[in-house]
């Protein structure tokens, strides 16, 4: 970074409405910590819940996080390529690994979780996925026509590099996590030489839904301990 210049951070915690734990620790690391924004999965465990907190708390940022990899669709339509016998998402975390979607059916179901989304009446502010799946090269195209028609942009992934005028920051922070997570942040993103930078976090309290759907549980506890009790230097511009 560059001298007497401020970097832009924004902490972004993934997973709003997952679980109600995860919420209520979403809302906890932004009204008593440096989180700015949030994305929500139209999904989740407690999307409602989610909506119903992000309209108590105007000052969180609410963007989407698109699904593929987890739950059921929300599309009312048949995306039945999509979803395995029992009408949940067949992708998995691993989905480079696997054979294309099919990109109508993609399209179809990413804009109706923007759809009902935006029926909440809550602002749009930026687009994200669950496990990166925006960045998978098949549906690059999607994407663009997404951020293009909803006048948002959308998370930085290596796909879309050569498009910064969509991505909401010029970086994107995938360390804060698992082994990562430590108070040391903002020394490793002073190394950065970018203006700015996306941090992705997923504070939480562990709760029973939680620990049925994710691998990922007590790491997030840890997170919304430390996102918490952060100090902030001077060289920093939180977003």
Do not use: C
């Not at 972004?12 to 209520?24: E, I, M, P, S, Y």
């Not at 998402?89 to 099919?102: A, G, I, L, M, W």
């Not at 919304?224 to 001077?234: E, F, K, M, Y």
């Amino acid at each position: 970074m560059k001298v007497g210049v401020k970097m832009n951070i924004l902490f972004n915690a993934d997973d709003f409405g997952l679980t109600k734990g995860v919420t209520d620790g979403i809302i906890k690391a932004h009204s008593e910590g440096v989180v700015g924004s949030t994305t929500l999965m139209m999904n989740g465990k407690a999307t409602d819940y989610a909506v119903e907190q992000a309209k108590h708390h105007p000052t969180l940022d609410i963007g989407i996080h698109l699904v593929l990899t987890w739950g059921k669709p929300v599309s009312q339509r048949s995306v039945s390529s999509l979803i395995d016998e029992n009408g949940r998402f067949k992708y998995r975390s691993n989905y480079v690994e696997t054979e294309p979607p099919n990109l109508d059916e993609v399209k179809k179901e990413w804009t109706a979780q923007i759809e009902a989304y935006l029926a909440t009446g809550l602002t749009l502010h930026h687009i994200d996925s669950h496990h990166h799946i925006h960045g998978w090269e098949p549906l690059k195209q999607i994407i663009i026509s997404l951020a293009e028609t909803y006048s948002v942009p959308v998370r930085y992934v290596e796909s879309l590099k050569e498009y910064p005028n969509l991505l909401l920051t010029d970086a994107l922070w995938l360390e804060f996590y698992e082994d990562g997570v430590n108070r040391d942040i903002f020394s490793k993103l002073n190394r950065l030489d970018v203006s700015s930078v996306e941090v992705m976090t997923h504070p939480s309290f562990v709760d029973n839904d939680l620990k049925d759907v994710s691998s990922y549980t007590e790491k997030r506890k840890e997170e919304l301990d430390i996102l918490t009790n952060l100090s902030v230097p001077g060289w920093v511009n939180l977003l």
